[in-house]
Structures are given as structure tokens and as C-alpha cells.
């Protein structure tokens, strides 16, 4: 049972470029979500998903778009990579979804992304 | 957006020291919980938090879900060395299908 696991660990880009960061779990999670980590700041959740299917907007969403094709994937999209994204990005999942309380959230490792 | 107020930001103690740390907001929270964050890993929940006034230990750690819904606080027993790390509070507003952060506590303890 590996839990929640994101790839890649660590990512340098250049301002413009795109990427995906992925994310998947094995615990048959209803919901999952992308927080970003940066000091003095706590965690932000950027977008979230309550099922597959299903996505919706976080507190910090603009430059970032998600998906949810199944229920084992949310992978993270950067469009056009910016020097402001640069963070420490986790992704989280719980076993509720809609209409059901999710807060018990089970984090994968990060990644630490940089952008030049 | 709505906002959680931890403090201290930051704590540099003895081992064998008691820790005490808290998270305010304006808003009235269903649930408090608490997460430590060990370097280079991703937040890991300690305790949850469901009822007003609740009272939750986890071995040497223990929470309380504030009267007032608005608040919430966490204690650490006779610290040790493996107690270092990030701490952070977390709220959820009735209905809400998101959990809102602390800004973090770090813990850092003198051997």
C-alpha cells in the first residue's frame, strides 16, 4: 500500500515552460487536492476534486489547471510556468467524498518545484 | 478567503519542555485538527478535533476544540528530540469540502 505518491520529487523550470505534476493514491480515496507550501504562509489549497469527474477551485487557483479522469489520478497542470510558482507542492486525499466529511487528509511527499 | 491565526510562529525549547501553541479565527469551525510536518515530508494528522469544548489526547500530545468554535490549542508534554518539525492547525467550516491551514508552528527543541 504506497499511499499517496508524487512525481517528480524535484522540478527546475524556466519561466514559460509547462509541466505536470503528478499525483496518485491507492486507497480508493473519494477525494483529493493540491496544496502549496510556502514559508509564512501554511498550506493553500489551489484546486480540489470530490470525485471523478468532479473538480473545483481552492483558495489559490489562477495559473494552475487540474482533471480528474479516474479516481487514482489528479495530476496538477503549470501552463506557463512564473518565478511566483515556485513552492513546495503537496497533494492530499481522504476517504469522503460529496456530502460527507473529508478532513482526515493523507499527504504525499511533495514536490519542490522552482521556477527561473 | 478565510484565515487561521496559529501562533508561535516559531519555538525554540529544552527537552523535557512543555509546548503550547493555538490557532484563532474570525469564522465558527465543525472541526480543529492538528498536523505535524517532518522535514522534507508532507503534514501528517496527530489529532481531530469534532465538538466544542472537546478534549483529545494522542499520548504526550493533547487538543481542545475551543467554546466559542473560533479557536483551538495543542500540547506537547515533556518534548523530545523527535517532536521537531512543523505544526499546523486546520479548520473546517460546516458544509465546506475543503480544509483551511495555520500558517505553521515550527518546533525546534535543545537537546
Known amino acids: 500500500n504506497a499511499g499517496v505518491t508524487q512525481t517528480p520529487k524535484f522540478q527546475v523550470l524556466k519561466t514559460g515552460q509547462s509541466m505536470t505534476l503528478q499525483c496518485a493514491q491507492d486507497m480508493n480515496h473519494e477525494y483529493m487536492s493540491w496544496y502549496r507550501q510556502d514559508p509564512g504562509m501554511g498550506l493553500r489549497l489551489i484546486h480540489y476534486s470530490v470525485g471523478a469527474g468532479i473538480t473545483d477551485q481552492g483558495e489559490v487557483p489562477n495559473g494552475y489547471n487540474v482533471s480528474r479522469s479516474t479516481t487514482e489520478d489528479f495530476p496538477l497542470r503549470l501552463l506557463s510556468a512564473a518565478p511566483s510558482q515556485t513552492s513546495v507542492y503537496f497533494c492530499a486525499s481522504s476517504y469522503s467524498g460529496w456530502g460527507l466529511t473529508n478532513e482526515k487528509l493523507f499527504f504525499g511527499s511533495g514536490t519542490q518545484l522552482s521556477v527561473l | 478567503g478565510q484565515q487561521l491565526n496559529q501562533s508561535p510562529q516559531s519555538m525554540f525549547i529544552q527537552e523535557g519542555e512543555d509546548v503550547s501553541m493555538n490557532c484563532t479565527s474570525s469564522?465558527?469551525?465543525?472541526?480543529w485538527l492538528w498536523y505535524k510536518q517532518d522535514p522534507g515530508e508532507g503534514p501528517v494528522l496527530l489529532i481531530a478535533?469534532?465538538?466544542?469544548?472537546e478534549l483529545t489526547s494522542n499520548g504526550r500530545l493533547t487538543a481542545q476544540f475551543g467554546i466559542t468554535r473560533k479557536d483551538s490549542f495543542l500540547n506537547i508534554s515533556a518534548s523530545i528530540p523527535s517532536d521537531v518539525g512543523i505544526y499546523f492547525c486546520?479548520?473546517?467550516?460546516?458544509?465546506?469540502?475543503?480544509?483551511?491551514f495555520g500558517q505553521g508552528t515550527r518546533l525546534t527543541i535543545n537537546p
Open positions: 469564522s465558527i469551525f465543525n472541526t
Open positions: 478535533l469534532y465538538k466544542a469544548g
Open positions: 486546520a479548520g473546517q467550516l460546516r458544509g465546506a469540502q475543503k480544509l483551511v
